[in-house]
Structure formats: structure tokens, C-alpha cells
């Protein structure tokens, strides 16, 4: 039940950034979101995610808060901060230019 | 704004620790509960579906705690958490913890002492204002030399300070001999320092006319005057001269010499010009504001041709031509600073011995406790928490190492001071202060950091679950064993380096104390006789002083012979003159050859036991007013005469109109100390008669050393000798009565207490090494209790056990033993200056240490190995 080897930390900080920055969600919904949306290729263990929630909380990026779920049950649900959201910018285009690089060196090497 | 908001929220998770706990805890169970619902909606039964998510979700402490750490609340609360426990197992096992924490004791102690030296005599400012602007010039300068720097630098103002013997005249007693120090006028001013009490000299108190003063030490001041409150103003006679107390110093100035009792000006008057230009003495420096010590070299070597064509007479250019100007500091601590550094480094390996012997008792120690850490880690501790908790217990020990070694030190420095040579310098500048107590905190928590580390490696690496499933101690993870070896073989080879040290000090110090001196020194007795300087200008007052006392003096029950040198063997003065050899072709401007001249009354050379080896001794038709003659010796015949016959060859002294004729060679003589005959500056040894003596300064010899042989050694002829003194002349002390023998130990006394300094940090590797080849072995023993067993049951001989159980030991302890020597043919060679008739590399001090080393740890090996045969197979079998 180590850490994931498949999500580099850094890259998971990101997907989390991105996908609550739709809209705040639990920490269930952030893991099954990111399944989804990747079509069952990239899965955040719990073991993973959870430290990096808090983490995240900590460094200010993301708050979080108390609220009810569709089904009634009452669930921790994160959001960005005005910090966080700065700091999505700055690791989107980080990644941009990172994957861009990346792509270059595919193609043509 | 964003740090507040980050600190409120730590301290809300400090503080409210079980609200965010109970939080996480919800906040884990909705995501379990989600979990269960997703198993349920792919249709697994209700039991099925929960199980299925508790085995994704994982270990949830394990997360709970990541989390913890990613709030970084822990750090604090778990610092505590980990004293206390770390207090709690030392309190659980408080043997391993005292053996662990008397082994760091020793060495952190042992480093302390030493360290203590190290920062008393390298690190400590020197007491004086701007310490770091005082230099030393290098060479020494006559008073025309000296006043010369003294006008003409620019980055310096210089000062000069010469020391010496004085006679001080008491009234109604008998004079006493005293050490003193001839100074320039700037001398205390150019310091810095203040008196105690009066004043220092003014400028010009240095010429003629104005040097009828003096400042006394304080220890003089109470010894000799009772600390009278009005010794100021008074007058007192030393040596021929009548000077009034200007001033006493106070207690703890001890410039340029401890032994130092009174400071009088230099008498700087060139038109007394074998004064002026002769004796020569250190000059010192204070460098000038804005001037640099580089500045001052450059200058200074700029100088020196102007000094040299300052001399009334032709000096070789090569006069002092490798002067410079080096700091005070260094230049007073002289080459203890190699010597130091060398035991620092010494003290050191034992530590690091030390380190390892508790990283492996720990280690050991750890390896049982794995079944405990397996817990904590099932329970949730994260492997970096575990490491960090064996880490403080291990910082711990070794505080409290630290401390007991604190006490150790303070021992040790005491026992230190009173060993080492009472002339070190600035060995009363040895204590305890803030910054030794700095470094041995440092140590403490840095030895804790290192041997700590072992146990917290091997328990990184260990498989916590898998070892929480067998609980076995015979399946044990292969790494700590080799950790264990690892640890066990480096002890011994740094054990190896440090006794292969202290071996090669110990060899090289019984050579120099069983070397020959070239005379008997058995029976033999030798007393100061000082009268005033003046004295020798009466030549043939001074001849039949010494003739009749020594005549008297033989007359005395138990003497055997007597007779008188100017300068005996170890007295640490080393009279020269600048000698002219005749048909000897030296370089003309090469410096010219520099001869040891002993003034000996004839008896002399029987007396001592000198044998002479061509022609003949000095006898008493040897006179002031006969042909002058001189005897040589051997080695000084084979440097100027090679192949020839050296009797019938003739030196002067360069000044001198006539020749003396060489008419014997004697056998060399260890002049100078056991090392050496004589200093790399000498060229050379002669003898005159002492009716026919000159010394370096053109003067007769007044001073003599009185050289008795006894028929017994238990004898205390001073007394006799004194009052035959006083008969002849009332004005004439006699003082250091010293047996030959105590004289020639004393001499090694530097080298004997470093050898034995040396001998003690080697012995202590010793000790450790073995202990931890023993910790080793019984633990390994332990371990393969049950295969030993086996083995018996099998039919193995205990003897089959023990070769088997001392092998392990033995491969360690060549491996440690190679390595060992290997390190130590590097590093001797740092102690070539400490050794004599010894080779850095020396085959002989190898082999032994090796195999001392290879026996101690088959030793060690052996007791518990011993133990292994005397396992009962039923009861092994059945063990656990």
C-alpha cells in the first residue's frame, strides 16, 4: 500500500487543483472524478490522497468545509482559495510547457 | 497574511488536536462508507462489499498519520512523545544504557581534555590588547640590528626582549639567581599591558645613563620583598648594578618567558660595539594601523640589506636571508601546535572507536526490539518516525554521555596539565571555558546523531510486516548483520591505527632513552656556581677561584673527582663561537662555521668519562699564558678534516689574532639533548682549556657548572659546595644542585608525556575494540544458540563449535587489521617529527600491533565462543 508510482506528486496536486476548481467536492468524489475523466487509467489510491489534501489545506491552496451530500451524510468538501486558484495557473502552464517539451522530443528525436 | 492563516491553522490542529483528529476520522469513513456503496451497487453481498473497501482503503492509521505529518503538527508532539519513551527504554534497560553511555563518556571526555588544550593554547586570544596585531620577526637581531628595524619600519613599531640569569644581591643573605628579560623601553607600552603597581619604562630608558630601573614580577615582589606596599622607589642591586623598582607587573604577565622575575631596559649603546653588535635576540612587532602582515614581510626583506651593511664588519648576505614575520600567537606556541593537533586527531579515532561500539550495541539491541518497532509500525508510525524515534534515544545517550565525559574532562585536564612539560606554552590558558563546553555539547549530539544511525538504517530496511509474522530472532534481516560486521572490522582497524601510533612514539622514546650520551652520567652531581657577569674580567681572579674551589671540593668526604665546564651536557645553552679553520676551504661567503666552545678545567674529560681518541687531554701545564690549544671532536674532526689527521690542525675565533692548535679528538658527546649532538646551526664541537677560554661575546667565561662524582648517590652535597663558596667569594651563589641522571630524564620529558598521551588513547582503542569484538561475538552466539544445538545433536565436537563460532571473529579482524595498516601507512608519517631511530613505516611495529590486535580479538572472541560449546542440544532445541 505504498505511494502510487504511477502519479508523480506533483501531477496529483495538479488533478486535484483541476478538479476542484469546477466546483468543491469530497474527497471521494475528487478520486472517482479523476477515474472517470480518464477513463479508468489513472486511479488515486487513498493512501495518496489524503496527504495530499492536507497538504494542499496547509500550503493554502485549498480550503475546506462541512456540508451535505446529496444523500443526506454530512462530508468534508474542498474548494479552492484565491492562492489556490493563482497556484493552478502557475503549475497548468508549468505542465504545458513540460508536456509541450516533452511532445517536441518525441516527435523529433 | 498567508503565513498567519497557515499558523492559525497549525495551532488549531495543535491545539484542537482531537477535534481535527476526530475530522480526519469522518472524514475517512465517508470515504469508506462510499466505498461499501460502489462494492454494493456492483451487486457484491452486504459482508462482501465491506470487506472488499476495508482492503482498498489500506492501512487507515498509516493514512491518518501521513496526514498528521503533511499538518507538520507532529514535530513537537512528537519530539516529546519520543523523550519520554527514549527516557522510559533507557530507564527499562539501564545496563546497556551505562555501558552505552560510559564507553561515549570516555571518548566525548578524552576530546574534551584534549580539546580543551587545543582551544587554550591554538584558539585563545593572547591576553594583550589587538593580539592578532603582534608578530614575531624571525632570527634573531644584536641591539644594532634591533634599533635598526626599529627606525627605519614603517608597517611595524618593534620592540626587543632578551632573557637571562641575574644575580640579585640580598643584603645579609647569600645572592640569588634570577631569571629576567632584558627589554627595549617600548616593550610594555608596544603590549599593551599595565603594572600592577608604579609604572613600565619610559622612552629612553634603554641608553646609558637612564637604565638604572627595573619592574619586578609580582611572584617576585611577594617572594623576595614580602609584597611590600613600598617596594616602588626603592633601589636593589643586581649583578654589579644598583637599580631602582620602577613597577611590578601583575600576577599573570608572563612575557616573553613564565620563568621571567624582572624586566630591565636593553642598554642600547653602539659605542660598546661588541654589545651592540653581539649577543642577538628575538625582536618583536606590533604592526602599525592599516599595515598588513604581508607588508610587513615584504618590508622587512626589503631591510635586511640595509641591517646587514649596518654591521661594523662584513656580514655574509646571507645573513638571516629566510627572515619573515609570523603572528605572536604562533610564534609562542612553537610546534606544540603540530603535537596537539596530532592528539586531537588521536582523541578523535577513539571517539569514532566509541561511536561504534555503542552503534553496534544498539544495533545489537535493535534487532531484539524488532518485534516492538514491527508493532509501532503496524499501529501506524510512519519508518521515518521510527528512525526518528531511535534517533532521539540514541541523541540522548549521548548527552548523557556528554555530561559524565564533562566530568571525565575536568578530571583529565588536571591530570594533563600536571603531565605535560611545565614550560608548554600557555598551558595555563587551558580550561574549561564557554567554547570547550560548546564543542562538547556539539560532539554529544553529533556522536547520538552517528551511532544512532546504524539502528535507524537497519530499521528502514527491515520488512516491519514480515517480522511482525515470525517474531523470530534467528530470522534475522541479513543487512543489520552486516552492519554489525561492518562496525566490528572498522573498530578494529582504527584501533589498529591508533596503537600502531602510540607503538611507533613508544619504540622511537625507549631508543632515545636507552641512546648513549657519550659520557657516565652515573654519580654524577652538577651545580650552578653564577657570579657577576663582571667577574670574568678579572681572568686570573676568576682562574684561582675556581682552581681553589675545585681543589677544596675534592678534598670533601665521598667526591671522587671534580672539575668545571662552562656548559654541561642538557643544560639547554648552547655557547658558540664563529670559528676560522685553517686550510679549510669553505664558501667565503657562505656563513661562517658556527662551533660549540666548551671551556673545561682539565680533569673534565676523565671525569666524565670521555674517551679521547687521538692525542691527548688537557692537563695543567695548559695555561693562560702557553701555547693555546683545543681539542675536537670526532664527528666535528670527519666534517673539517676527512681522511686527515685532525691533531696538529688549527681554528681561532674569527676576531682572534692567533691559531690554536687542535692537540687531541674526543668522542662525541650528546651535547644538546638524546636526539641530537648539537642544533642544525652549529657545525661543530671544540674544547678549550679554561684558563685559555673565550666566549662568543669575547668574554671569559665567569658562569661554570660544577661537575662532581660521587661515591654515592644518596648524598646532598650542595650545602658543603655552598659554604666553600661562600668562604671564597660571599658574593656568589650556588644554586640547581641536579643529579646527571634526573637531568638526562627530564630531557625527554615532551616526548615521554606525548608517547604516553599517545599509549592511553591506544590502550583505551584497545579496550573498545575488544569490547566490541566480545559484544559481537555473544550476540552471535546468542543468535545460532539453536543451530549450535543442531550441530551437537549432529555429532559436531565442541571443538568443531568453536573453531566455527572464533573463525567469524578472526576473518572480521584481519579484514579490520588490513585496513587498519593500510590507514596507518598513510597517516604516520604525520608523526615523523615526533620520532626517532624509528621509520614511520616501521615492519617491526606493524607486525606486533597486528598481531596483537589479531590475539586481543581472538581473545575477546573466545569467551563467548566458549559458551556456544557448552550449549546443551536438548535445551537449544527447545529454545523458543
Partial sequence: ?109 | MRSIKKLTMRLRSLMFRSQVDAELDDELQFHLEQQVQEHLQKGAANQEAYRMALRDLGLPERIKEECREMRRVNYLENLAQDLRYGFRIIIKKPGIAAVAMVTLALGVGANTAIFSLVNGILFRPLPYPEPDRLVRLTEYYPKGAYVFLRDHSQTMRVTAGAGGDFNLLRPGLSPVRLTGTLVSATFFELLGVHPEVGRTFREGEDTPGNDRVVVLSHSLWQSQFGGAPDIVGRRITIEDTSREVIGVMPPDFNFASGRSSLWMPLSLDPRASSDYWGPEMPVFGRLRPEATLAQARQELTQLMPGVISAFPYHMPAAWNKDVTVIPLQEDLVGDMRAKLLILLGAVGLVLLIACANVASLLLARSVGRRKELAIRGALGAGRSRIGRQLLTESVLLGLGGGALGLLLARLGLATLKAFLPADTPRIGDAVIDGRVLLFTAGLAIATGMLFGLAPAINCWRVDLLSSLGTGSRRMQPRSAGRLYNALVAGEIGLAVVLVVGAGLLVKSLWLLARTDPGFNSNRLVTLQITPNGSFGKDRAACLSFYEELIRRVRTLPAVESAAAVNTMPFSGEFPVVPASIQDHTGDTEGPTPLLWSGAITPLYTSLMGIPILEGRGFNDDDRADTAPVVLVTASTARAFWPGEDAVGKHVKAVWEQQWRTIIGVVADVKQYGLAQNRPGWVDGEIYMPYTQAVTGHREFPSSMTLVIRTSSDRLNLSGEVRSLVADLNAEVPVSDARWMKEVISASITAPNSIAWLFGTFATMALVLGATGVYGLMSYRVAERTHEVGVRIALGASRWEVLLLMVRHAAVLAVIGIAAGCTTAIGLTRLLSGLLYGVKPIDPATFGVVSLTLLGVALAAAFIPARRATKVDPNEALRFE
Wanted: hydrophobic share 40%.
Fill in chain 1, 1 to 109: 500500500m505504498g505511494k502510487p508510482n504511477d502519479l508523480v506528486q506533483g501531477t496529483l496536486d495538479l488533478l486535484i487543483l483541476k478538479t476542484i476548481s469546477i466546483e468543491p467536492m469530497h474527497g471521494w468524489a475528487i478520486a472517482k472524478r479523476i477515474q472517470q475523466v480518464s477513463r479508468d487509467v489513472l486511479q488515486v489510491q487513498q493512501g495518496s490522497l489524503y496527504p495530499a489534501l492536507h497538504r494542499l489545506e496547509q500550503q493554502g491552496w485549498i480550503k475546506a468545509h462541512w456540508a451535505e451530500t446529496e444523500t443526506g451524510r454530512r462530508a468534508k468538501f474542498y474548494s479552492l482559495t484565491r492562492e489556490g486558484r493563482r497556484q493552478f495557473d502557475r503549475e497548468l502552464a508549468n505542465w504545458g510547457r513540460l508536456s509541450g517539451a516533452i511532445d517536441l522530443v518525441l516527435e523529433m528525436a
